[in-house]
């Protein structure tokens, strides 16, 4: 079956720093990559839809200068937090789609935790 | 904007029972995909229903897509404690297939 891989699975840092999350999908070709954010006992917000060779869509109330997509390739997407603060820390998750297929397939997370 | 009503919130039943839990919503959705998350990690997969009516089983989950294309309800049969997780139901919204989650059913399993 179709495996997206994310890494790291966890990362603490001081606020201040900026963080870099790979999202590779391992067994197939992914033109559109998402990011999603979830805060504890919540459901999964969309941030952003990243497409290969193209800037990146943000959600609405979504940062595009905090939250840096880079969707160079069709087996990897990145996302940087810049210059992260305690109130992005939370836990984020990539998900991919096959080419012309729907269902999106997804990372197992990293969880952020700013000091 | 769509929004995704998922119940109940949460349930807590005896290993080996019956669950059901279902999603609906306002507009209408020619797509619904059921997730499970446990936790620290990523939702999975676990059923896609494409046409108004579907019926699919994966093992013991089934999941109806309704005639309407405004719900969709997940059946869990003689549930395990290896069921216990978070599940999501969700609809894509947008052109490029982004997807829309509903809030989540939290399931307890006491063995």
């Known amino acids: 079956g179709a495996v997206v891989s994310q890494h790291p699975s966890w990362v603490i840092c001081k606020s201040g720093t900026s963080v870099k999350i790979e999202c590779r999908s391992l067994d197939f070709q992914a033109t559109t990559m998402f990011w999603y954010r979830q805060f504890p006992k919540q459901s999964l917000m969309l941030m952003a839809t990243?497409?290969?060779?193209?800037?990146?869509?943000?959600e609405q109330g979504v940062e595009k200068d905090k939250f840096l997509i880079n969707h160079a390739s069709l087996t990897l997407s990145t996302l940087t937090v810049t210059s992260a603060h305690p109130e992005d820390s939370s836990f984020y998750i990539c998900s991919a789609r096959d080419l012309g297929k729907l269902p999106q397939h997804f990372g197992d997370g990293t969880r952020l935790s700013i000091l | 904007g769509q929004q995704l009503n998922q119940s109940p919130q949460s349930m807590f039943i005896q290993e080996g029972e019956d669950v059901s839990m279902n999603c609906t919503s306002s507009?209408?959705?020619?797509?619904w995909l059921w997730y499970k998350q446990d936790p620290g990690e990523g939702p999975v997969l676990l059923i896609a229903?494409?046409?108004?009516?579907e019926l699919t089983s994966n093992g013991r989950l089934t999941a109806q897509f309704g005639i309407t294309r405004k719900d969709s309800f997940l059946n869990i049969s003689a549930s395990i404690p290896s069921d216990v997780g978070i599940y999501f139901c969700a609809g894509p919204r947008g052109s490029q297939g982004n997807l829309i989650f509903g809030k989540g059913t939290k399931l307890s399993v006491k063995p």
């Open positions: 990243s497409n290969e060779g193209s800037k990146a869509t943000y």
């Open positions: 229903l494409y046409k108004a009516g």
């Open positions: 507009s209408i959705f020619n797509t």
